[in-house]
């Protein structure tokens, strides 16, 4: 008897730990991901320069919004349908492929007549049309990915999103030593998505997905439930295509590398935050429902803590953006220099209104928050035209201006996310507590600015480190509940990718 009641004890517990096995591996692939990512952009920027690298930086922007079309949703939706209808998962991936088949081919038509309309060069549309080859090519593998998810098998999307870095980093580098340029950089990307794509097929074996076939009602069914996830995924990355856009016609072409570089590194800064929001969404859905004063004291707890952590992340942006660019080589992109360091606000708010959305999504406030978002695009569309020429005339750096766009868009989704807060979150502990690191911060930068001509910045780095968390413990600004919260990341972002 004891044997059978512990039965679904035991089972939930196999169960756990086989979720948190595979999704741990897709946290470290995540992580792993970025340096090679780093390496491969570095090497990049070096060896085309500027002008090819911001060319480089236009197409994959825009391809790379263009398949949120041809995708419409599907890595949201293709696994839940798969996860609960295993038995038509061959049925459901097809229809899933067909529907991207179909859009490829029309979505290029569009994307291309609207670059040739822009007035772009035909190397340009060249090299789009060889874009969207290597992404279709990635799209399929992703499915595949996709579909291996709703089987509980995020081990192959780890994997996969590894290898496809590393084969990047080994097919791209060489073929750039010997001399390649942007055609067989973009040649290398599509052979080594092709590579990806081939080992993911292999790896879903087994699962039933050997012959695919189309069911029209679920190419609906998809259609209809992923406008949702496409249009959220569409409000975050309308706004970088709108400053591409105005950027490319604008500014001069190395602007645009030079923007790029910066952009490339701020992603890498921004990355945590991400993790951060996986831990707390849950979480806060949770309490929002069942402990109105738990949801308060953990919304406190988490801005107070992503702000303890950017303040030495944004700091160092500004402080140390020449150690930053000098990895894409400081006399090709040192302007990019003066970018970073503009971000280095963005950096910083970038971390308040993460968790600011993640609990006001919580709150069942998406719509309003949508909508925010959204107006973030209108800051690009309106601001980009004016700070764009205006920076390009007096710096001869028009990148800067859309810097400036993107920080006065952020400001806005911070302001908004605390006014859309629940009464009680912002009390006068949470803001002595922020006025604390803000004490911290300025320790911080002046043991920056003190030691800029007596040291090396990679001496003077961890050291203005250690003078922003000594002074944060000297005044009380280290909590025990945050760091609590550092060490659930990982469970957390767990969870969610399982």
């Given at each position: 008897?004891?044997s059978?009641?512990?039965?679904?004890?035991?089972?939930?517990?196999?169960?756990?730990?086989?979720?948190?096995?595979?999704?741990?591996?897709?946290?470290?692939?995540?992580?792993?991901?970025?340096?090679?990512?780093?390496?491969?952009?570095?090497?990049?920027?070096?060896?085309?320069?500027p002008?090819?690298?911001?060319?480089?930086?236009?197409?994959?922007?825009?391809?790379?919004?263009?398949?949120?079309?041809?995708?419409?949703?599907?890595?949201g939706?293709?696994?839940?349908?798969?996860?609960?209808?295993?038995?038509?998962?061959?049925?459901?991936?097809?229809?899933?492929?067909?529907?991207?088949?179909?859009?490829?081919?029309v979505?290029?038509?569009?994307?291309?007549?609207?670059?040739?309309?822009?007035?772009y060069?035909?190397?340009?549309?060249?090299?789009?049309?060889?874009?969207?080859?290597?992404?279709?090519?990635?799209s399929?593998a992703?499915?595949?990915?996709?579909?291996?998810?709703?089987?509980?098998?995020?081990?192959?999307?780890?994997?996969?999103?590894?290898?496809?870095?590393?084969?990047?980093?080994?097919?791209?580098?060489p073929?750039?030593?010997?001399?390649?340029q942007?055609?067989?950089?973009?040649?290398?990307t599509?052979?080594?998505?092709?590579?990806?794509?081939?080992?993911?097929?292999?790896?879903?074996?087994?699962?039933?997905?050997?012959?695919?076939?189309?069911?029209?009602?679920?190419?609906?069914?998809?259609?209809?439930?992923?406008?949702?996830?496409?249009?959220?995924?569409?409000?975050?990355?309308?706004?970088?295509?709108?400053?591409a856009?105005?950027?490319?016609?604008?500014?001069?072409?190395?602007?645009?590398?030079?923007?790029?570089?910066?952009?490339?590194?701020?992603?890498?800064?921004?990355?945590?935050a991400?993790?951060?929001?996986?831990?707390?969404?849950?979480?806060?859905?949770?309490?929002?429902?069942?402990?109105?004063?738990?949801?308060?004291?953990t919304?406190?707890?988490?801005?107070?803590?992503?702000?303890l952590?950017?303040?030495?992340?944004?700091?160092?942006?500004?402080?140390?953006?020449?150690?930053?660019?000098?990895?894409?080589?400081?006399?090709?992109?040192?302007?990019?220099?003066?970018?970073?360091r503009?971000?280095?606000?963005?950096?910083?708010?970038?971390?308040?209104?993460?968790?600011?959305?993640?609990?006001?999504?919580?709150?069942?406030?998406?719509?309003?928050?949508?909508?925010?978002?959204?107006?973030c695009?209108?800051v690009?569309?309106?601001?980009?035209?004016l700070?764009?020429?205006?920076?390009?005339?007096?710096?001869?750096?028009?990148?800067?201006?859309?810097?400036?766009?993107?920080?006065?868009?952020e400001?806005?989704?911070?302001?908004?996310?605390?006014?859309?807060?629940?009464?009680?979150?912002?009390?006068?502990?949470?803001?002595?507590?922020?006025?604390?690191?803000?004490?911290?911060?300025?320790?911080?930068?002046?043991?920056?600015?003190?030691?800029?001509?007596?040291?090396?910045?990679?001496?003077?780095?961890?050291?203005?480190?250690?003078?922003?968390?000594g002074?944060?413990?000297?005044?009380?600004?280290?909590?025990?509940?945050?760091?609590?919260?550092?060490?659930?990341?990982?469970?957390?972002?767990?969870?969610?990718?399982?």
């Amino acid at each position: 008897m004891a044997s059978t009641d512990t039965a679904p004890a035991q089972q939930k517990q196999g169960l756990s730990t086989l979720v948190l096995r595979n999704a741990l591996v897709l946290v470290i692939a995540q992580v792993a991901v970025i340096p090679l990512a780093l390496v491969m952009n570095a090497v990049m920027g070096r060896y085309l320069g500027p002008a090819n690298f911001g060319a480089f930086y236009l197409v994959s922007t825009y391809v790379g919004t263009a398949f949120l079309l041809i995708e419409w949703g599907q890595a949201g939706t293709l696994p839940a349908m798969i996860a609960q209808q295993r038995e038509r998962a061959a049925v459901i991936l097809g229809s899933a492929l067909a529907f991207r088949a179909i859009a490829v081919p029309v979505v290029f038509v569009l994307v291309g007549g609207g670059c040739w309309l822009l007035g772009y060069t035909e190397n340009f549309e060249l090299l789009l049309a060889m874009f969207f080859v290597a992404m279709a090519i990635a799209s399929v593998a992703l499915a595949y990915q996709d579909a291996s998810r709703g089987f509980e098998r995020t081990d192959i999307v780890a994997y996969a999103t590894i290898g496809t870095q590393l084969l990047m980093v080994l097919l791209i580098i060489p073929t750039l030593m010997i001399g390649g340029q942007l055609p067989a950089v973009v040649m290398a990307t599509a052979f080594a998505n092709l590579i990806v794509l081939l080992l993911v097929w292999r790896g879903v074996q087994g699962m039933g997905l050997n012959r695919l076939s189309v069911d029209r009602s679920v190419v609906k069914k998809l259609i209809v439930d992923g406008v949702p996830f496409f249009f959220f995924a569409l409000t975050l990355r309308l706004q970088p295509n709108i400053d591409a856009l105005y950027l490319s016609k604008l500014a001069p072409e190395e602007v645009i590398g030079w923007y790029a570089a910066a952009e490339k590194l701020k992603g890498v800064l921004v990355f945590p935050a991400s993790a951060l929001v996986a831990a707390l969404y849950p979480t806060m859905c949770r309490l929002f429902v069942s402990d109105s004063e738990g949801y308060r004291r953990t919304a406190q707890t988490a801005v107070e803590t992503s702000a303890l952590a950017v303040v030495p992340l944004a700091m160092g942006a500004y402080l140390y953006a020449d150690l930053g660019i000098e990895i894409y080589s400081k006399e090709a992109f040192g302007p990019a220099a003066d970018n970073l360091r503009m971000l280095a606000p963005f950096i910083f708010m970038v971390y308040i209104s993460m968790p600011l959305g993640a609990c006001i999504l919580a709150a069942g406030r998406s719509r309003i928050w949508t909508v925010v978002q959204a107006l973030c695009i209108v800051v690009s569309v309106v601001v980009d035209p004016l700070l764009i020429p205006w920076f390009q005339e007096r710096t001869g750096n028009g990148g800067l201006g859309v810097c400036a766009a993107v920080v006065i868009a952020e400001l806005m989704m911070v302001v908004a996310g605390v006014v859309l807060m629940p009464k009680g979150v912002f009390d006068r502990q949470l803001l002595l507590g922020l006025a604390r690191l803000g004490v911290a911060g300025g320790a911080m930068f002046g043991a920056g600015h003190l030691l800029a001509n007596v040291v090396s910045p990679f001496i003077a780095a961890p050291i203005t480190v250690l003078a922003y968390l000594g002074t944060l413990r000297a005044i009380g600004g280290l909590k025990r509940e945050q760091l609590q919260l550092f060490k659930d990341i990982v469970a957390r972002k767990a969870n969610r990718g399982g």
